[in-house]
């Protein structure tokens, strides 16, 4: 079996057979369009498959490090893990995006505390670490003669893992049991997208930031798919109708002012990010300035260098920024910005506060990391 078809999904710490989840869960979580026998088989799927047929909830993606035995940031995305959920059930009661129980305040009320109850028992760390555990021996298990030696960018034998973990509530329409909790660990090879001095990164500006972006939600997943970068792009850069960049589809986004020490990134109408949050804490410990706003495109013109931070990218500078189609932008306001013709390219060359902070980020991985055996 090829590296990238390797995966395995496990529920409340039971592993899920494939030909179950494609049973259970058929695409766009609607047994009446996909009655299709074609759609039933037992072929692995990737998170972002998966996330799309499985009832809508908070998920987090993290990573493993020092040879698939610790996980960076794990208390970061438990604790994000509890925070969506909370405000994805509220969304899920109040708009009727999943059949309801009670539609008055006081059954709300009592739901989203009936529900946020149990899916606390299933999101605390030690729970959270026991189901990563049994899931990822499985994956071992399973892959055994084929995950040695199947990291390219890895001297040891042993892969690191990409982690993705969905909690969500199913339907029982059963009274005051009305929520069924459940967590979801899927597990995969992770594909380490490392930085490479000889390649050049290319991100293109392009869509509208997401809604309540500050929470996690598996909606994202299907939302996302028209922005998939193309045509040798790393990564798509939202940004909104006042010409300020707020992040990637997968990533976080910062301009560099070396001239004054600074970094700019967006706080507001962004999902932060773990390795942001690094980011963040090794600035303020090297005293490099944090500007908490969105980038605009003025700042392009006159930064020292720009870059994106994700679990799979780390640190990872960008060379080249790509205009593209900004037609959905105020012409009011493109005529105070930057050029706005979307054949524009900005160009960075090697960025010294960059390599510093990405140097400062690997440094801390450890401190961050927690055991998983």
């Known amino acids: 079996m090829k590296n990238n078809n390797k995966y395995i999904i496990s529920k409340n710490g039971v592993i899920l057979p494939w030909e179950k989840v494609y049973t259970d869960y058929p695409l766009g979580n609607d047994s009446s369009s996909s009655s299709s026998q074609s759609d039933y088989h037992d072929e692995p799927m990737d998170a972002s498959a998966l996330l799309q047929r499985l009832p809508r909830g908070a998920y987090t993606t993290c990573r493993t490090v020092k040879n698939g035995r610790y996980i960076y940031q794990l208390d970061y995305h438990v604790n994000r893990l509890v925070v969506s959920s909370a405000s994805i059930l509220e969304s899920i009661l109040k708009h009727g995006d999943q059949p309801t129980e009670s539609d008055s305040s006081n059954g709300q009320n009592n739901s989203v505390s009936q529900g946020m109850n149990v899916m606390h028992e299933k999101c605390g760390k030690e729970s959270i670490l026991n189901y990563i555990r049994l899931t990822l021996d499985e994956f071992r298990s399973l892959y055994s003669c084929d995950t040695q030696n199947s990291t390219d960018n890895d001297n ?5 893992f990409r982690i993705t973990l969905l909690a969500a509530w199913e339907a029982t329409n059963k009274g005051h049991d009305f929520f069924n909790s459940a967590l979801y660990c899927h597990i995969g090879l992770l594909n380490v997208n490392n930085y490479s001095s000889s390649r050049t990164i290319r991100v293109l500006i392009h869509g509208h930031g997401r809604q309540n972006a500050s929470t996690k939600d598996s909606k994202w997943v299907t939302d996302r798919k028209k922005l998939i970068p193309s045509d040798g792009y790393e990564e798509i850069i939202l940004i909104n ?5 707020l992040e990637g589809t997968q990533t976080n986004f910062y301009v560099v002012k070396d001239d004054i020490n600074t970094i700019i990134t967006a706080n507001e109408g962004v999902l932060f990010g773990s390795v942001r949050d690094s980011v963040l804490q090794v600035c303020k410990k090297h005293n490099i300035h944090v500007e908490l706003r ?6 392009l013109k006159s930064a ?3 870059f994106l931070s994700s679990t799979s990218r780390w640190v990872m500078p960008v060379h080249q920024v790509h205009l593209g189609d900004l037609s959905f932008v105020k012409k009011d306001v493109l005529q105070n910005a930057a050029e706005a013709d979307p054949s524009i390219y900005y160009y960075y060359d090697d960025c010294p506060t960059t390599d510093k902070i990405r140097r400062w980020v690997m440094e801390d991985v450890e401190r961050q990391s927690t055991s998983i055996f």
């Open 304 to 306: 020292s260098g720009v």
């Open 156 to 160: 040891s034998t042993d892969p690191e």
């Open 294 to 299: 969105p980038p605009s495109l003025n700042d």
């Open 241 to 245: 109708d006042k010409h300020e960049l």
